[in-house]
Each structure stands twice: as C-alpha cells, then as structure tokens.
C-alpha cells in the first residue's frame, strides 16, 4: 500500500513522496492537510482549522467530519482505505482541471519476459543441419522415391505429401535399394508402425515450415512475428 501512496502522492507532485510512511500518524495527518490545502480545496481556509492542528488529540474528529463532507465510501474502513481513497480523489480533481495536459498521455507499457518453453517433442529440438538428420532423410526418401535435394529439409517437404496421399507407398527397387518391406522402415526410424511414422514426418513439416517459411514464427505460440 505504501507503494500506491507514494505514486498518487509523486503524480500530484507531493514534495516528499519517496519518504512518506502511512504508518506515521504525524506524516498520515500531514498529508491529508496537504490535499486539502493544494488539492481539494473543500473547505474555505478559515474552515481547516481543526485539520491543521494535527497535533491536537481533536484531529480524528475533524477527519471524520472531513470525510463526511466529501462523502467518502471509506469514512467507516481503516486508515489506510480513508487515504487511499482521498487520494485518488485528489488525483481526479488534478486531472478534470488539467483535462489539456493530461489527455495525450500515454502509458508506458511494461514489457514481459519471453517465457523459457521447453518443449517435449523432440521435432523441436532437430538440427537439420546434421549428418544423422540428412542420412535418415535419405533412407526415407529411397523408401518414397523422392530424388535428391541439397537441402534435406525441402526432400523431406516432398516425403510428407507422398505420405499424407499414400501412406504406404512401395519403395522403388533398385540394385541399391536394400530396404524392400514396411517393417524395415520400422527398424529403421525406431517408431512402432507406418502411422506413427506418418504424423512424425507430419510434424517435421511443421517444424521445417517455420524454418522456411518465416523464421520469426512460433508455431506454439499460435502467432507470427515478434
């Protein structure tokens, strides 16, 4: 609370705001006779009387007057709901006499951290760029028939959309082609069937479109761009 005190009381332009402490009764009653003297201005000076003796034991009953003249919705809550709400009353009346001043301006926004996500499928974490990654793209792609790329992402791209249309295509025979049944693709890419290694290369797409597609976007995010 003392946090919210000390930016109403800086956006008023108090001259002590860092130091005020509301558990001072002698600060807290200062204060609120420096709203009404510079702020509010309620009370004609001649009628602030008994809030500028905030040494007099008769000061709470003055508060309580003061607050009942200003209609408050805190007159019967703590001290501190009282001043909270003084002062942001004080701050509405600051702003109505300045609507020109105050209108154009703008709020800062806070910026949020980045959240650290780390992800459980291992597609996110593939470097493309490595022998294990390209030989497996090979294997596969001896498998679809798919010819060869410099770039395995792009072979790869080509082997999901034979996949998605065929799932179980026959793999081309050749003198090289040692692989002849789908049960050595299984052995090949350690998954349990063709179907699991259908949505495996279905999520690699996902992976290698926000490589080359755009690379400022995050798929997990749902969004592109920064």
């Known amino acids: 609370m003392n946090t919210m005190f000390k930016l109403k009381l800086t956006a008023l332009g108090h001259p002590n705001p860092?130091?005020?402490?509301?558990?001072?009764?002698?600060?807290?009653?200062?204060?609120v006779l420096w709203l009404?003297?510079?702020?509010i201005r309620h009370y004609k000076i001649e009628e602030r009387e008994g809030l500028r003796n905030i040494d007099s034991d008769s000061w709470n009953e003055a508060y309580d007057v003061y607050q009942r003249d200003l209609v408050s919705p805190t007159v019967d809550g703590q001290p501190n709901e009282q001043l909270n709400w003084l002062l942001s009353y004080a701050v509405r009346l600051e702003y109505a006499d300045n609507v020109e001043k105050y209108k154009d301006a703008k709020v800062e926004e806070t910026k949020q951290a980045t959240p650290?996500?780390?992800?459980?499928?291992?597609?996110?974490n593939l470097d493309f760029s490595s022998p294990a990654f390209k030989t497996g793209v090979d294997r596969v792609a001896t498998l679809t028939g798919v010819g060869p790329h410099p770039d395995p992402?792009?072979?790869?791209?080509?082997?999901?959309?034979?996949?998605k249309s065929s799932p179980h295509p026959?793999?081309?025979?050749?003198?090289?082609?040692?692989?002849?049944?789908?049960?050595d693709v299984l052995k090949l890419l350690f998954v349990q069937d063709l179907r699991e290694l259908q949505t495996k290369i279905n999520e690699a797409l996902v992976a290698v479109q926000t490589v080359t597609a755009d690379p400022r976007t995050d798929t997990k995010l749902g969004r592109v761009g920064r």
């Open 36 to 39: 009404e003297d510079q702020k």
């Open 116 to 124: 650290n996500v780390v992800s459980s499928n291992p597609l996110d």
């Open 153 to 163: 992402k792009f072979r790869l791209s080509a082997i999901a959309k034979i996949l």
């Open 170 to 183: 026959d793999p081309p025979k050749t003198e090289g082609n040692i692989v002849q049944q789908p049960s």
């Open 18 to 31: 860092e130091s005020f402490n509301c558990e001072d009764e002698k600060e807290y009653r200062s204060v």
